[in-house]
């Protein structure tokens, strides 16, 4: 029998497909495809893991060397894992105020997310009933992210709010105007591709 191939060893790691009686003697005796079909395996059950979590930074590497074995065509698996999911490492709503000073939380907060090697800073003032947000995309070590196109898509079910606030940014910085609070999903994607979602995003 002649090599599985990478389309059908993803299809078997990824879509939980058991394999024929064939394939299953083929893996058996092939030390290559059983390899590669092992590392996809694992991949597989990282992503469900990194589906829920930041992965870390020697995960990530891992990630994309074992995506050498898999055709940039297959399942777009290539373009999931161009989506970062984030998760927040820090909100100013949450912490403690400094004793013998006024809290700055009745007029601004601040959040901070993180995306393996990108960080989401997000300044949210109030201004009545809106919202205005500052963000900043940064990158880690001496990259820089320019440009990149944010979407800010309401998830509430508020008849007659904007649902969808799109900006170009500049040097990864971006605004939004007279946003209504509520649960929002926020997209930012780089210019290599990289896409960081930030899912759900509370605006108080």
Request: aromatic share 6%; net charge negative.
């Amino acid at each position: 029998m002649p090599h599985l191939t990478d389309e059908r060893l993803t299809a078997l790691a990824f879509e939980s497909i058991d394999p024929t009686s064939a394939e299953a003697a083929h893996l058996d005796a092939c030390p290559d495809c059983a390899q590669t079909y092992a590392e996809l395996a694992l991949l597989a059950a990282e992503f469900n893991v990194a589906a829920r979590s930041q992965p870390a930074a020697d995960a990530v590497q891992r990630y994309y060397t074992l995506f050498d074995h898999v055709q940039q065509q297959s399942h777009g698996l290539k373009a999931l894992w161009r989506d970062l999911m984030a998760a927040l490492v820090w909100d100013s709503r949450q912490q403690p105020t400094l004793q013998g000073v006024r809290s700055v939380a009745a007029t601004e907060y601040r959040l901070l997310y993180s995306a393996g090697p990108l960080e989401l800073e997000l300044m949210v003032e109030l201004e009545g009933a809106h919202r205005h947000i500052e963000g900043d995309l940064i990158a880690a070590a001496e990259e820089t992210v320019t440009p990149a196109l944010v979407e800010l898509m309401s998830l509430s079910q508020d008849d007659g709010a904007p649902s969808l606030f799109e900006t170009e940014t500049a040097n990864g910085r971006f605004r939004f105007q007279n946003v209504a609070p509520g649960r929002y999903r926020l997209t930012a994607t780089t210019l290599p591709g990289q896409v960081v979602v930030v899912e759900p995003l509370e605006i108080t």
